[in-house]
């Protein structure tokens, strides 16, 4: 039987993700999760343009993985060889960027969650922008990415501080549904049936799983083909 922790491990790998963000802790015999995303906070990166499409942000050669592990290589690649290196992706000022900034209409184009993935694997723990395409929004909260809207001149200015000091902090706050950077701030938006989802943790269907473990052993016991099986 497997033990609570490979429970835990097996979940969050066939979903295809692990997020430094999760604390997992073992209490008592009993497998916790705290995946609450409430702020977040970190360098930006800016990356300026309406309708950036899903097949820019992962180009369909790289849906052909059986895990969503490496998708990091693939983000944006087609979009960054034709810019030789300046892509905001590439550039050394940007490396190790957890917030990455855009405008209007992104993720727009087919429905791939790989896009939101290999954002996520580059590192990428928040996406601002001035609005998203619906069902990229939805698979960025899957993963607990948040998508947070904002005004385009808040947008615009944000990526101009960016890019003007790489080494700002852009800091993102859920519950209070603001952003900060620098002396720069500026109300955001997000709907909220999504923010509840993030802020109490309910997005993680592998986490609630996993939290339940126990109840799952007792129910897969008494399973007369999981019983027939040992």
Not at 3 to 28: C, E, F, H, K, P
Request: glycine content about 10%.
């Amino acid at each position: 039987m497997l033990s609570l922790d490979d429970l835990g491990d097996r979940l969050m790998v066939n979903a295809g993700w692990r997020d430094a963000r999760i604390d997992q802790t073992i209490v008592q015999g009993e497998f916790s999760m705290v995946s609450e995303v409430r702020t977040i906070a970190g360098r930006g990166i800016p990356l300026v343009g309406n309708d950036i499409d899903t097949d820019r942000i992962i180009p369909a050669r790289y849906l052909r993985c059986v895990t969503f592990d490496g998708l990091a290589a693939g983000v944006f690649a087609d979009d960054r060889t034709q810019l030789k290196g300046e892509h905001p992706f590439d550039l050394a000022q940007y490396q190790g960027a957890t917030v990455l900034i855009v405008n209007g209409n992104f993720g727009c184009g087919s429905s791939r969650e790989h896009a939101p993935q290999a954002i996520a694997k580059s590192g990428i723990q928040a996406i601002i922008g001035e609005s998203f395409a619906e069902i990229f929004f939805g698979n960025c909260v899957a993963i607990g990415v948040p998508c947070i809207s904002a005004d385009p001149s808040v947008t615009s200015q944000l990526q101009t501080l960016v890019a003007n000091d790489p080494q700002l902090e852009v800091s993102i706050d859920l519950d209070q549904l603001k952003v900060r950077c620098g002396s720069f701030a500026a109300d955001i938006s997000m709907p909220a049936g999504a923010r509840q989802m993030l802020t109490s943790g309910t997005w993680d269907a592998c986490g609630q799983l996993v939290s339940k473990a126990e109840q799952v052993r007792a129910t897969a016991a008494n399973l007369p083909y999981v019983a027939w099986s040992r």
